[in-house]
């Protein structure tokens, strides 16, 4: 038996007290957001008419290296953090692997997956602004239920607008928020005009994450007293997820391990972001070398088949520009898509780092993260999230060259959360019934071809 | 903030590495099983027609204290243990308490409970002994998944009846047991002779966790290289289980804090029992003091209603006859009753503790249990499974009596599960539709009618 635990939990003193903001760090700065009507970089005034004053501060703040994580938020923290870095010793046998393998499991609370550090800040910030509610939208649910928690927890109304076939596909979730007191609506709906818009263009419509971003939106600035959260893309949710990156980062270096390969899940960048950033902080300021490798859908290719341009962030265009690799704010993945990570977009600040090279990106098709998802459940003991288990797709390949090449790598992915709520999707794969899609070229030129004009 | 942490880790080194057997402290040991042939105490040799040989040891021996942990079971628990020990700050705000409460969470595990316990132990024995796979029922399913995670570990075939009503209500969990390789059948089934017979005499039934036993172990005994197991009420699932009372008592001593109070959820008695195992030790031994209270559904009231006698542990009256508090084996929960705990008997060794006046019994409804699930997940982050809540219920009442008394009374509970995949009885609360029922007098008296007259 090896000296270094299954589990490495650091201690509640050993937590981070600050969250960590890669832009400080970056040279060359993310691009701004820009008014989609003046397309002038979006002035704090503009954008607290959307967000929570503090919110917009830290998603136009991009010099200061670290911010405090105020107190309320860290009590919070600890009611399920710090989260465990395991060492896979029952994966690396299966595998019969030479390399190290490490995960960094975000699922162990009720929410099921890493995006509850973000719900608990932007909650915090909304009811210390002495808001009356917030307004999101999910898709496969994870964000949705941990921003239910995080408000019932402080004490705010919580209105969600799930993508349509997520809330047909997974009735479930729908409870555990409405347990918390959330009011859940499918998206489009018809209780916004945004969304009795898109109904009538795309009658039928399964709905995207896109779509129900527009329809929060226009929920947000139409009441009194609300404010819209976003639980992936923006910057300021980064900077929360960067408490991932720095447990991590505490955990290894807690036992001296040095991480060779950091590998993460990609849909709009919160959970990929947040794991590496205080990695891509030493590449940038030139102290360490590490390969991170940026995993996404095949049926949504952001990073590996956008492009780098403005687009709009929801497909109502009533959100700000930003500057992302992008398949086009019109983009809906196909229908037999399961695994989550369904987003048009990826944030500026990941899509920045890949642009710079700090990352790599690398697309996956869903049986073979669906049959990663299973072998890992086996032997590990944890059902994965399908958008984890992207990364656990890449992990098993990379520790697989590593057997024929004998090297012993210490690989690093997150796992970021459970698969509870997935159980449609995985019977349709242990039924062998699901398929593979990879969109076409000039499926994907539709959606770039309304790219807005900038510059 | 006090120095007590939210959640007290203990270390892998600090894991116990022996089960405790409280049978070994009973000075009046519990009633052993008999063969319901003769009437007479079951030998080793009959026992191990039905169970793993060393686990029918496990089953007789009630004068070890201790028994190895063997290193393979160490290592998977390793995968998922220690479990927290969980301060429960926010849940003592929220009740303006002057007590302490801590939970004992076994949930952060892919089978959603402290089930994996004994799971893990009763497939490494299956495998040692070379079988080919084994055989069980399974209830709300926690069991029949925690079963099937340790069949795929140890690579053993795993055959689950379901309790009908269960199958019915959770389909999800159906298909997290195949994605771990199982065979899940709907019980009564007609599969098997005594599901078939069962299925006639009862048209329509919704099922039992009784008549799930005699299918499995009918299952069991008549395919070559199988046997049976069971989730809980043997003597030997409690031995496993009593890793949570270790753990427990070291996390507790670890900070120098004694508990007054320990409350459980008992269906069968497997967590009940374990987690109590080490504090009702001390108790037979003179050594220390306890309030310890089983809490039990007000629809299914094995202690609180029952009767202390031989029965069958099984419906179609094939497995041997144990003492316990029961109200019956032909008892079947009102079909409106959804949280779990529905065995009509309870663990011998909880029985003949409960005789001995070691713990008391509370019985509780089930509006009131869901009501507590809410609260406390709302406030401390974590959906608890229905089972689970019943313990919560009563922590509550007693935190409640805490703060007109002003006591500041160590309250400890066993958090057993998360309810992920009881969103329907969820729902059913959350729609105002759950109602509760109490047996009559009348009812239970049927079916105690019909105990086996022994003696």
Partial sequence: MSTIPYKIYLEESEMPTQWYNVRGDMKKKPAPLLNPGTLQPMTIDELSGVFCRELAEQELDDTSRFIDIPEEIRNFYRMYRPSPLVRAYCFEEKLQTPAHIYYKFEGNNTSGSHKLNSAIAQAYYAKKQGLKGVTTETGAGQWGTALSMACSYFDLDCQVYMVKVSYEQKPFRREVMRTYGAKVTPSPSMETEVGRRINQEFPGTTGSLGCAISEAVEAATTQEGYRYVLGSVLSQVLLHQSVIGLETKAALDKYGIKADMIIGCAGGGSNL??????????????????????????????????????????????????????????FIPSANHAGGLRYHGMSSVVSELYDQGILKARSVEQTSVFEAAEMFARVEGILPAPESSHAIRVAIDEALKCKETGEEKNIVFGLTGTGYFDMVAYQKYNDGEMNDYIPTDEELNVALSKLPKVE
């Fill in 273 to 330: 972001g947040g794991l590496i950033s205080p990695f891509a902080g030493e590449i940038l300021r030139g102290e360490n070398q590490y390969e991170i490798i940026a995993v996404e859908p095949a049926s949504c290719p952001s990073l590996t088949r956008g492009r780098y341009a403005y687009d709009f962030c929801d497909t109502g265009k009533v959100c700000p520009l930003a500057k992302m690799y992008t398949l086009g704010s019109g």
